[in-house]
């Protein structure tokens, strides 16, 4: 059984494990729940006047916990481990309101209200994303909701808005891109949903109707004095592909706005990992190698910023080996989303999956 306890920072020992997450007066997370403590995260947290810690003792229902480290494991573990960077955190409260909003837009298509609702969530990203320092994104966090279209939405937006910003674009163009990506697939609801939600495969002539829906969500907004140009032509073309393999129009890479580019990014990565009635997800993992894939018709600037900013294997997260062994994830490799450093839980061998050494080994969970 798991026991949570609070204790005074003073009494922190290097090796418990946080029972939730520590965070500044911003809610800036300055350390993770489950994340193991090390003498030099205490002595952080200190500085940062943190007093009181929630800390993990026993073991949880699935048998593990912090002792399921060998002891070789976890002297590897704690010389090794370096955090992740600070993440977006959106909070149960932010989700719920953010999944609300955009329900009701898209339930609601109301011309007049859109770019009113449309600012308000895009602030609430903005908060979490830009204003609280956010520099990577943790994707096996995204959903919002189990509603496909409203989530894949709202997680477009964020992970457009968390690449933009890596990018180095500016607040606007970072709000725009947002507010692109939580209405790019609004023209959807003007789809029949026999077909939109059809179980089975589409016939050629339903697919073309359901590629009617970037031009249907221009079309809702492109007279909408309160949304911009570029995040209508954003709407339009993000499924454009930059060698032309795209629609509506079958645009080249030089004619497929900035924004469009990153959002094709977003938009198929998200779509790849949800269940739709015709498909079940892949697993993150999947995904990513199948944008990889894809790199001959995105754009690659974009492909690997989002390499660089997402998280798919957070430091402190138990992983199963091609080898067979469970390791713990100590340090992310930068732009090798798949291929972070490891430790084998029992045996305490370091895996550096970006070495070549280790090139057989691959993360099968």
Not at 30 to 48: H, P, Q, R
Not at 163 to 175: F, P, T, V
Request: aromatic residues 4%; glycine residues 6%.
């Amino acid at each position: 059984m798991v026991h949570y306890i609070n204790i005074p920072i003073s009494k922190a020992k290097p090796g418990m494990i946080l029972g939730s997450a520590v965070e500044d007066r911003l809610g800036r997370h300055l350390a993770e729940s489950g994340s193991m403590l090390t003498a030099f995260v205490i002595d952080g947290l200190k500085n940062y006047g943190v007093q009181t810690l929630t800390v993990r003792f026993g073991r949880d229902e699935e048998g593990e916990a912090d002792t399921i480290l060998s002891p070789a494991a976890r002297v590897a573990v704690m010389r090794l481990r370096e955090p992740d960077p600070v993440k977006v955190q959106l909070t149960a409260s932010v989700k719920q309101q953010v999944s609300k909003g955009i329900e009701y837009m898209y339930t609601v298509p109301d011309n007049k209200l859109m770019a009113g609702t449309v600012k308000s969530i895009t602030l609430k990203l903005m908060n979490a994303i830009v204003r609280n320092k956010a520099v990577a994104l943790n994707i096996s966090e995204l959903k919002t909701s189990d509603e496909y279209t409203f989530n894949h939405s709202v997680d477009v937006a964020t992970i457009s808005m968390i690449i933009a910003k890596a990018e180095g674009m500016s607040e606007q163009e970072i709000a725009e891109i947002g507010s692109a990506g939580l209405l790019h697939d609004i023209g959807k609801t003007l789809i029949p949903p026999e077909i939109l939600n059809k179980p089975a495969k589409l016939t050629p002539e339903e697919f073309e109707v359901i590629k009617q829906h970037s031009r249907l969500s221009y079309d809702l907004v492109k007279k909408n004095p309160e949304i911009s140009l570029s995040v209508a032509m954003a709407m339009l073309q993000h499924h454009e592909k930059t060698d032309g393999s795209g629609y509506p129009v079958g645009a080249m890479a030089n004619l497929i706005h900035p924004y469009a580019k990153i959002m094709a990014v977003a938009d198929i990565y998200d779509a790849l990992v949800s269940t739709r009635p015709y498909k079940k997800a892949y697993t993150p993992g999947e995904a990513v190698d199948i944008l990889l894939g894809m790199s001959s018709c995105l754009d690659m600037r974009a492909l690997q910023t989002f390499m660089k900013v997402m998280v798919l294997y957070p430091v402190d997260s138990l992983v199963k080996l091609s080898n067979g062994e469970t390791a713990r994830v100590v340090k992310q490799n930068a732009n090798l989303l798949l291929r972070p450093v490891v430790v084998g839980v029992k045996s305490g061998k370091v895996y550096d999956l970006s070495k070549i050494e280790c090139a057989n080994i691959l993360i099968r969970s």
